[in-house]
C-alpha cells in the first residue's frame, strides 16, 4: 500500500508540473519572442526542464526598430546582471540614443551598444544598421552549440550556464526588419495537453483516495479481529 500511494502520489506531483508549465505557455501565448519550455522526468523522477527553441511566427509593423530574427541565433542584449539573450525584438531608442529592448536593456552591436541618430533607419538581412545612409554598427547575433543550457530569467530574456566563449555564430540567420517573431506556443495543442493532464491529475487523486480508503478498512478490519 506504502509503495502504491507514493506511486500516485509522484504521478499526481508531475501532472501539476505539467499544469504550471501550461498554464504559463497559455499566459504568454501573446508574448512576442516566448520559447515554451519541454518538461521531463528522469528514472528517479527529478524533473528537467529545456527550451522550446522552435521559431514562432513573424508578423509585420510598422516601426523600423521592431526587429525578427529568421532562422537561429539570439539578440545579445546587456543588462544590469550581465549579458543576456531574446528572440523578442521590440527595440526603441533610450534618451541617449541607445537602442534598447522594452525593458531599457542595451541591444549590443558587433562594438557595443548601439547608438542612432538620425531619420532614416534601414536594417540589412545581415543586422547591418544604415541611418541616413551611413553604417553606425551591425547587431550582434549568437547562438550556441549547447542551446540546452538556456534558461528563462523574465521579459522574454534568457540566461546561458556555459561561459561567454561558448558563443557562436549561426550558419544561417535573416533579420527582418518592420516585423516582430511572436510566441512560438501552439493555442489549440496547450488546451487538449491541459484537458488531457487534468484528466490524468484527477485520476492520480481518485487513486490516492481509493488508497487511503482500502488503508482506513484495513486497520478497522484488524481491529476488529483483535
Known amino acids: 500500500m506504502i509503495h502504491d500511494m507514493s506511486y500516485a502520489i509522484q ?4 501532472q501539476e508540473n505539467h499544469l504550471e508549465i501550461q498554464a504559463n505557455h497559455m499566459a504568454n501565448s501573446a508574448t512576442t519572442g516566448f520559447k515554451s519550455q519541454v518538461l521531463s522526468f528522469d528514472e528517479v ?14 508578423v509585420a509593423t510598422e516601426s523600423p526598430l521592431d526587429l525578427a530574427i529568421s532562422g537561429d541565433g ?38 557595443g551598444p548601439i ?15 544604415n541611418v541616413d545612409e551611413t553604417v553606425v554598427g551591425t547587431l550582434k547575433i549568437v547562438s550556441f552549440e549547447a542551446p540546452e543550457q538556456l534558461t528563462k530569467e523574465g521579459n522574454s530574456l534568457l540566461i546561458h ?20 517573431e511572436q510566441s512560438n506556443v501552439e493555442i489549440i495543442r496547450e488546451m487538449t495537453s491541459m484537458v488531457t493532464t487534468n484528466r490524468s491529475y484527477e485520476s492520480f487523486q481518485k ?16 481491529g476488529r479481529i483483535g
Open 11 to 14: 504521478g499526481a506531483l508531475r
Open 45 to 58: 523522477f527529478q524533473a528537467h526542464m529545456t527550451l522550446d527553441t522552435r521559431q514562432g511566427d513573424l
Open 74 to 111: 539570439f539578440f545579445k542584449i546587456q543588462t544590469d546582471h550581465g549579458n543576456r539573450y531574446t528572440r523578442n525584438g521590440n527595440f526603441s531608442l533610450n534618451a541617449e540614443g541607445t537602442l534598447v529592448t522594452s525593458e531599457g536593456d542595451a541591444v549590443l552591436g558587433e562594438n
Open 115 to 129: 547608438t542612432i541618430d538620425g531619420n532614416v533607419i534601414t536594417i540589412s538581412d545581415t543586422g547591418e544598421i
Open 161 to 180: 550556464g556555459g561561459p561567454e566563449k561558448d558563443e557562436i555564430i549561426p550558419a544561417e540567420v535573416k533579420i527582418r526588419q518592420r516585423h516582430l
Open 207 to 222: 487513486l490516492m483516495q481509493t488508497i487511503d480508503e482500502l488503508n482506513a478498512k484495513a486497520v478497522t478490519e484488524v
